[in-house]
């Protein structure tokens, strides 16, 4: 797929009013977090991940980006911003330059 950085930059500003729909604690990413995360990525495209202290937070979002098929719009603190389009009647129009 591969964004470009001015839809990232859309992107992470639809997601400022989002709240995390996962959070991920100590035990990191199991099979039921994976699951999950497809769901949400399957029902609302753009979603909010928060991550509990993690040791590598950048590592960590890019995991979450790969196991989900969903591209990485961006890491603000602690919180992942994951985009994955809708094969299917997606519900937001990214910007084309």
Not at 57 to 67: E, G, M, N, S
């Amino acid at each position: 797929m591969g964004l470009q950085g001015y839809q990232r930059k859309f992107l992470r500003g639809l997601a400022h009013e989002l709240r995390p729909v996962i959070q991920i604690g100590e035990s990191g990413v199991s099979a039921g977090v994976v699951r999950a995360l497809d769901t949400a990525l399957g029902d609302h495209e753009l979603v909010k991940v928060r991550l509990r202290e993690p040791k590598d937070k950048k590592a960590r979002a890019q995991q979450l980006a790969d196991v989900s098929r969903a591209e990485l719009c961006g890491l603000v603190g602690h919180t992942v911003i994951l985009y994955r389009r809708r094969p299917k009647s997606p519900k937001i129009k990214l910007p084309v330059r």
